[in-house]
């Protein structure tokens, strides 16, 4: 069997963003998915944000904020680009790697699911806000939710977005950790 | 000047992917997905749901019950014809399969298996067993997607099929909407059915919508009531697609 640690460096590295790539479009079909257990209050969870939290965790603040600002993007177009989705994930990618979580706790489980439980809480919270801001200044999308609606809205959709975002979150992060960390590894003892 | 070189050197590679990736990110979004959804399809498409559906739909009830509709509708243009009413054509619709449902929480939408290439176009109306499930805002060669009629940001001229009260439905992200009525002392009554109005700017008239549940008199500014979808949009499998006669130039602003 081919080994990755005897596969030419630049081989590897292809590989390596074919499998970072391929995660986000598994990701992007996931998200259209409800397959069951995957729903409560007929919210399912943000693929985009368990996508953004695994790459963030172990990385720079700038570059959790550019794998936000991506994945955002393309959430826009498969959505409907008013309000953005780019803001709320590029903040929750800086906030994660800002945590450092990896100086203060080895554990990955369970911390993986809390930062993620939190996250969702974030970006939901901050896509209220826009929500509401574009209500106020009267910007289209013209015709959205009420703010009190929007507000009572946001309670469910944050619950139980976050409640299913931190459940899956360890599903999508084992097996990207491993192989960054197999990538990491490699790379670090050739050097 | 070398200090910057030795930077570009070293970090080229990274600065290149990450334009690299934030412009294939910006594409997409530009294209709203359209490569994205394509190739969702193409994968989807052993686990697209199959022969059952149709099946069920083409049982002996529901034959029974287009028969009679058929029936029935031949009955009214007669009469209106009498009356001397321009004849409507029927007008033959498009089935697609629901093959995503929405991509994020603050979206109420689905996605077809039908593009322009079956004949598809924006703002085509969209309905499925039981009544009117919403538009299509995007058309791709193969997929469409609709906003439904759940959407808050979407909403329609509707009336009261009893007592021709009017007013305005506005989706409440679940399987039922608020009607907002435009008379202070509507003749309205649960159990009343629900359909598209001829104020509608965006949908023809007589499209069912749904049933009355529960009725808000004190609302402010005017009265409110509770409808119930009589079409279960998160249980549908197969939708039918007709051709819109309206045309609103943009597509949210069109409300």
């Known amino acids: 069997m081919l080994k990755i640690e005897h596969l030419d460096p630049q081989v590897r590295r292809w590989l390596d963003w074919v499998?970072?790539?391929?995660?986000?479009?598994?990701?992007?079909?996931?998200?259209?998915?409800?397959?069951?257990?995957?729903?409560?209050?007929?919210?399912?969870?943000?693929w985009m944000l368990i996508w953004v939290v695994c790459w963030s965790i172990k990385r720079s603040m700038l570059q959790g904020a550019i794998a936000g600002v991506c994945l955002g993007l393309i959430q826009d177009g498969l959505t409907y680009p008013s309000p953005t989705h780019a803001i709320s994930l590029a903040i929750a990618g800086v906030l994660?790697?800002?945590?450092?979580?990896?100086?203060?706790?080895?554990?990955?489980?369970?911390?993986i699911a809390l930062?993620?439980?939190?996250?969702?809480?974030?970006?939901?919270?901050?896509?209220?806000?826009?929500?509401?801001?574009?209500?106020?200044?009267?910007?289209?999308?013209?015709?959205?939710?009420?703010?009190?609606?929007?507000?009572?809205?946001?309670?469910?959709v944050a619950l139980s977005s976050a409640i299913l975002s931190s459940l899956w979150a360890p599903v999508l992060y084992f097996p990207l950790n491993l192989w960054w960390e197999r990538i990491r590894g490699i790379d670090e003892s050739q050097l | 000047m070398l200090e910057l070189r030795r930077w570009w050197?070293?970090?080229?590679?990274?600065?290149?992917?990450?334009?690299?990736?934030?412009?294939?990110?910006?594409?997409?979004?530009?294209?709203?997905?359209?490569?994205?959804?394509?190739?969702?399809?193409?994968?989807s498409q052993p686990f697209q749901p199959g022969v059952s559906q149709p099946d069920i739909l083409d049982s002996?009830?529901?034959?029974?019950?287009?028969?009679?509709?058929?029936?029935?509708?031949?009955?009214?243009?007669?009469?209106?014809?009498?009356?001397?009413y321009a004849a409507a054509q029927s007008i033959e619709g498009i089935t697609a399969p629901i093959i995503g449902r929405s991509a994020d929480q603050w979206w109420q939408?689905?996605?077809l298996g039908r593009g322009s290439n079956d004949g598809i176009h924006q703002n085509d109306i969209v309905t499925g067993t039981g009544g009117l499930v919403g538009r299509v805002s995007d058309v791709t060669a193969n997929t469409s997607?609709?906003?439904?009629?759940?959407?808050?940001?979407?909403?329609i001229g509707v009336t009261i099929s009893r007592s021709r009260s009017t007013g305005f439905l506005r989706g409440q992200a679940e399987n039922t909407a608020v009607m907002v009525l435009f008379d202070k002392s509507p003749d309205i009554r649960p159990g009343d059915v629900v359909t598209t109005s001829t104020f509608s700017q965006v949908l023809p008239a007589g499209i069912p919508v749904g049933t009355v549940t529960e009725i808000d008199f004190n609302a402010d500014p005017s009265p409110e009531a509770t409808v119930q979808m009589s079409a279960p949009i998160s249980a549908l499998e197969w939708?039918?697609?007709?051709?819109?006669?309206?045309?609103?130039?943009?597509?949210l602003e069109g409300n």
């Open chain 2, 60 to 84: 002996a009830a529901y034959l029974e019950m287009q028969k009679r509709l058929v029936e029935l509708e031949s009955q009214n243009r007669q009469l209106q014809e009498m009356l001397g």
């Open chain 2, 145 to 155: 997607r609709v906003l439904l009629i759940s959407d808050p940001a979407s909403q």
């Open chain 1, 19 to 46: 499998v970072t790539t391929g995660s986000v479009l598994a990701c992007l079909v996931l998200l259209w998915l409800r397959l069951p257990g995957m729903e409560l209050l007929g919210v399912s969870p943000n």
């Open chain 1, 115 to 156: 930062i993620a439980f939190g996250m969702a809480v974030v970006v939901e919270t901050i896509m209220a806000i826009q929500f509401s801001i574009l209500f106020l200044t009267n910007q289209s999308p013209k015709t959205y939710l009420f703010l009190s609606d929007t507000w009572l809205y946001h309670q469910q």
């Open chain 2, 239 to 251: 939708v039918i697609v007709y051709p819109n006669s309206k045309d609103p130039d943009d597509f």
């Open chain 1, 96 to 111: 994660t790697a800002r945590l450092q979580k990896q100086k203060y706790i080895q554990e990955d489980f369970i911390s």
């Open chain 2, 109 to 111: 939408q689905v996605t």
């Open chain 2, 9 to 43: 050197e070293r970090y080229s590679l990274r600065v290149g992917l990450s334009a690299l990736a934030i412009a294939t990110a910006w594409s997409v979004r530009q294209l709203s997905g359209a490569p994205v959804l394509e190739a969702y399809r193409w994968i």
